[in-house]
Every structure is written in structure tokens, then in C-alpha cells.
């Protein structure tokens, strides 16, 4: 007779012990089909994220945001430099009152080449375009100082700043800075 023959009846294992091990296969097999298509997922959703990303933008607006600040609210250095040769930063403030626009230094800004605005705007390899409109007090605009560069795409990055000249006239500062 055998040991687990009871009675000519074979023992089998309790309902529990056996279905606990059915769960715990099962329950694992699920997790690690589920892990797996969820990294799947990812790598292939990964594989389609756009390069303009939010970190970019982010990036490429305070890129725009510091250099409009800068043209506006500084007369740049050295900061007579519109009757030098040379400029390190590009500022359109007069010496003595921020914020008040200088003709001088946007006639000396418009004989600037591209690759010196882009140096003197410290933007390294990012590309810039600066456009410089006034209006007068009867609100006709027109641009006074545009910087030559290629098309900005849609993905670039803008910042609008505002000054008066010795006019009272307004002057919108618009930097555009993209990759």
C-alpha cells in the first residue's frame, strides 16, 4: 500500500496550496507582461518626442528675455560703444537714464553685421533677430533698425520690451532667439 493511498483514493493537494501557486505564477507572469509593454510603450512613444521640447523653449525664451532686457535697460559695454569699433554688449539705453531709447546707438546697432550682434548679444550658437519699431504719437509705426537674418521658424522664442526717445515716442524692442 501506498502512503498516500487512503482508502484507494489518492491525496491531493488542498484547494488553497494549489490555488495559491496558480495566483503566484499567474500574478507574476502579468506583472511581467504588463512591465514589458509599459516599457515598450515608452521607448517607442520616446522614439517620436519632438527635439523642440519644453526645455528648449524654456531655454531659448530666457535667451530672449535676458537679451531684451539687456538692450533696454543697459547702455552696453563699454558703454559708449557706438562711436568704437567695437562692441561686447549690445545696449540701447542712454548712458544716463535706462529705459530712454539712443538714436545713436540703434543707427550704430543697424551697421552691425549679424555674426557681431549675435557675438555682442553673447547668444553663442542660437541665432537672433532684433526689430526695432517706433510709434509716433498719431500710432503709425515703422521699423526702424531690423537686424538681417534668416526667417525665424515658429519654434522661436520672442520677448517684446518697451522705451521711450527723447520724443516721448514708444519704441518696441522685439528679440527673437531660436535654434
Known amino acids: ?15 488553497v496550496a494549489r490555488g495559491f501557486s496558480t495566483f ?3 500574478g507574476i507572469a502579468a506583472l511581467a507582461i504588463s512591465i514589458t509593454a509599459v516599457v515598450l510603450i515608452v521607448v517607442f512613444l520616446l522614439g517620436y518626442v519632438p527635439t523642440n521640447t519644453v526645455t528648449e523653449k524654456v531655454y531659448l525664451q530666457s535667451y530672449a528675455d535676458f537679451a ?5 535697460e543697459s547702455p552696453g559695454v563699454p558703454s559708449n ?3 568704437l569699433s567695437s562692441v561686447s554688449v549690445i545696449g540701447l539705453a542712454d ?4 529705459r530712454v531709447f ?4 540703434s543707427n550704430a546697432l543697424a551697421l552691425l553685421t549679424q555674426q557681431q550682434v549675435k557675438d555682442a548679444m553673447q547668444v553663442g550658437d542660437l541665432n537672433v ?4 519699431t517706433v510709434t509716433n504719437d498719431s500710432n ?3 521699423v526702424l533698425v531690423e537686424t538681417p537674418s534668416d526667417t525665424p521658424p515658429k519654434s522661436a522664442r520672442e520677448s517684446n520690451r518697451f522705451m521711450v526717445n527723447s520724443g516721448n515716442e514708444l519704441i518696441r524692442v522685439k528679440v527673437q532667439v531660436w535654434g
Open 95 to 98: 548712458c544716463l537714464a535706462p
Open 102 to 105: 539712443s538714436t545713436s546707438k
Open 24 to 26: 503566484t505564477l499567474d
Open 129 to 132: 533677430n532684433l526689430r526695432i
Open 68 to 72: 531684451s532686457k539687456t538692450l533696454v
Open 81 to 83: 560703444w557706438e562711436s
Open 1 to 15: 500500500m501506498k502512503e498516500n493511498d487512503f482508502a484507494g483514493k489518492t491525496k491531493k493537494p488542498s484547494v
Open 140 to 142: 503709425a509705426s515703422f
